[in-house]
C-alpha cells in the first residue's frame, strides 16, 4: 500500500527522468500548496500535481477521490486546461486505486471532459504512468 509521499517521490522521479523541473520541494505536514509544481523550459510548460496515497478501508478511499479533485481544482485559477495554456493540471494515485477512480469518474463524465485533467498512476513497484484526460473518456 503506498503512502501519498511514495506516490510523490515517483511521480517526482517520473518528471525529471522525462526533464521536467521541479520548482518546489515536497512539502511537510499541514504544509499549503501544490504537492508538485514542475517547469519545462525549453517548452514553457507547467505541471501542477496532486498526489494522495491509499487505504485499507474502501469508503475512504472514495473519500480521498473526491479531496484530490477538489484540491487540484482550487489551483485552477487562471487559464484552466484551455488548449492553449502552458498549464498542465493531474492527479496522482496508487494504481490500487484505479477500480474506485474509474468508476467515480464514470459518474461524472461531463465535469471530467471540462477539467482534462492527466493521471499519474503508480504501481507498488514504483513505476508511474501517464495518463492523459482523452484516455479515460467513456
Given at each position: 500500500?503506498?503512502?501519498?509521499?511514495?506516490?510523490?517521490?515517483?511521480?517526482?522521479?517520473?518528471?525529471?527522468?522525462?526533464?521536467w523541473?521541479?520548482?518546489?520541494?515536497?512539502?511537510?505536514?499541514?504544509?499549503?500548496?501544490?504537492?508538485?509544481?514542475?517547469?519545462?523550459?525549453?517548452?514553457?510548460?507547467?505541471?501542477?500535481?496532486?498526489?494522495?496515497?491509499?487505504?485499507?478501508?474502501?469508503?475512504?478511499?472514495?473519500?480521498?477521490?473526491?479531496?484530490?479533485?477538489?484540491?487540484?481544482?482550487?489551483?485552477?485559477?487562471?487559464?484552466?486546461?484551455?488548449?492553449?495554456?502552458?498549464?498542465?493540471?493531474?492527479?496522482?494515485?496508487?494504481?490500487?486505486?484505479?477500480?474506485?477512480?474509474?468508476?467515480?469518474?464514470?459518474?461524472?463524465?461531463?465535469?471530467?471532459?471540462?477539467?482534462?485533467?492527466?493521471?499519474?498512476?503508480v504501481?507498488?513497484?514504483?513505476?508511474?504512468?501517464?495518463?492523459?484526460?482523452?484516455?479515460?473518456?467513456?
Amino acid at each position: 500500500m503506498l503512502t501519498e509521499k511514495q506516490v510523490e517521490a515517483s511521480v517526482r522521479s517520473y518528471l525529471i527522468d522525462k526533464e521536467w523541473v521541479m520548482s518546489n520541494t515536497p512539502r511537510s505536514q499541514g504544509q499549503h500548496g501544490v504537492d508538485i509544481y514542475a517547469k519545462r523550459p525549453k517548452w514553457g510548460k507547467y505541471y501542477y500535481i496532486e498526489c494522495k496515497g491509499d487505504s485499507k478501508r474502501d469508503s475512504t478511499r472514495h473519500d480521498k477521490i473526491y479531496h484530490v479533485l477538489g484540491q487540484i481544482m482550487s489551483r485552477m485559477n487562471k487559464k484552466g486546461n484551455t488548449p492553449n495554456s502552458s498549464r498542465y493540471y493531474a492527479i496522482a494515485l496508487p494504481i490500487s486505486m484505479k477500480k474506485v477512480f474509474i468508476r467515480k469518474v464514470s459518474n461524472m463524465q461531463y465535469s471530467w471532459r471540462v477539467l482534462k485533467l492527466k493521471t499519474f498512476w503508480v504501481s507498488e513497484d514504483f513505476k508511474v504512468e501517464e495518463v492523459s484526460s482523452a484516455r479515460l473518456i467513456f
